[in-house]
Every structure is written in structure tokens, then in C-alpha cells.
């Protein structure tokens, strides 16, 4: 008898858990979609919001006024590209090789391994971009010549360079804007040197 009541109260308990997991998960609303049916306008605002959000954290914490954010957020901006371009634009040069991994390819933006793939559709690709890809073919090209692997190369690196010094210089302008406390705070950043 006891055993019984045992097995009873086991399977109510079971019971009970059940139906509260269900509400619980019934509550929180539809799964998201798979990443290839994602809406890209709401995309598009979830990533403004995240872009005005990263904003506001990065003014307060360089103490800015609204009239120093109005000079200082386009030279920020312009730095941040810079650097991206200097690394290769993006975590998809990070991912190549990854596509058995990852879902389908995004809209009119080709396989998911390719450089640039995680690129905003909006956002023109940069000339390290163009000429990482550009490198990226040649490699997928088993036959490809030495000849022409050395040149996709040297034409990447030449890239990256120019980029370099536009970043460089880029750092310059905005140290040259900024008081010593939003300098260290900056540099703390990674986004000046």
C-alpha cells in the first residue's frame, strides 16, 4: 500500500511539472525564427536599437556633454570602422570553413562562409573586404597559380595597409578632440592606441 502511494505521488508530482513547464514555456510566446527567416527590418531596428544603446554607454562613460558627443561620435565611428576594416570587416573571416555549421546563406549576401556573409546587406563592402574575398576565390580554386595567389595577397595587404594609416590618422583627429581622462578611457576601449 505504501508503495503504491509512493508511485502515486511520483507520477502526480510528474504530473504537475509537466503542465507547469508547459505554461511556462507557452508563456514566453513562439520560438524565434530559424536565422534564414529572420524579418530583416526588424533586424535592421533590433540592431539600431543595439547601435543607440552602445552610444549612450559610451558617452557616459567618457562624461560627454551633448554638444562634445555631437564633435566626438562621428570621429568614434569612423575609428571603429577603420579598425574592423584593418581585422578584415567582420566575424565572417572568423567563421570560413564553418558553413556546415551554420544555417543557410542571408539574402542576396552568398554562402555563409564567405568574407563579409554576416555583413548588414545595407553596409557596401570595404576594400579589404573586396580584396579578402577576392582571395578567398582564388583559394577555392584548387588549380589556382602560384602567381595569382601572390597577387590576390600582395593586393590584400596593400589594402590592409592603406587602412592602417586611414586609422592611424583617424586616431590622431579624434586624440586631438579629447580631454586626457576620455583619451585613457578610449585606449580602455580598444579604441585608441
Request: hydrophobic share 35%.
Amino acid at each position: 500500500m505504501l508503495r503504491c502511494s509512493a508511485v502515486c505521488l511520483v507520477a502526480l508530482a510528474m504530473i504537475v511539472a509537466g503542465a507547469w513547464i508547459q505554461q511556462a514555456m507557452s508563456a514566453e510566446g513562439p520560438p524565434p525564427p530559424p536565422p534564414g527567416e529572420r524579418d530583416p527590418g526588424q533586424m535592421a531596428q533590433r540592431m539600431e536599437q543595439f547601435r543607440q544603446q552602445m552610444s549612450d554607454r559610451m558617452r557616459q562613460s567618457l562624461e560627454a556633454s551633448e554638444e562634445e558627443w555631437k564633435v566626438l561620435q562621428p570621429r568614434i565611428e569612423k575609428v571603429q570602422t577603420l579598425s574592423r576594416q584593418t581585422r578584415g570587416g567582420g566575424m565572417g573571416f572568423m567563421m570560413m570553413g564553418m558553413a556546415g555549421r551554420r544555417g543557410g546563406p542571408g539574402p542576396d549576401r552568398g554562402p555563409p562562409d564567405r568574407p563579409g556573409a554576416d555583413r548588414p546587406p545595407d553596409r557596401p563592402q570595404s576594400e579589404v573586404e573586396q580584396k579578402t574575398e577576392a582571395l578567398q576565390r582564388v583559394l577555392e580554386n584548387k588549380e589556382a597559380r602560384a602567381d595569382e595567389i601572390k597577387a590576390a595577397l600582395s593586393a590584400l595587404r596593400e589594402a590592409r595597409a592603406k587602412a592602417r594609416a586611414e586609422l592611424e590618422a583617424a586616431q590622431k583627429e579624434l586624440r586631438d578632440v579629447v580631454t586626457v581622462r576620455q583619451e585613457a578611457q578610449l585606449v580602455t576601449m580598444g579604441i585608441l592606441d
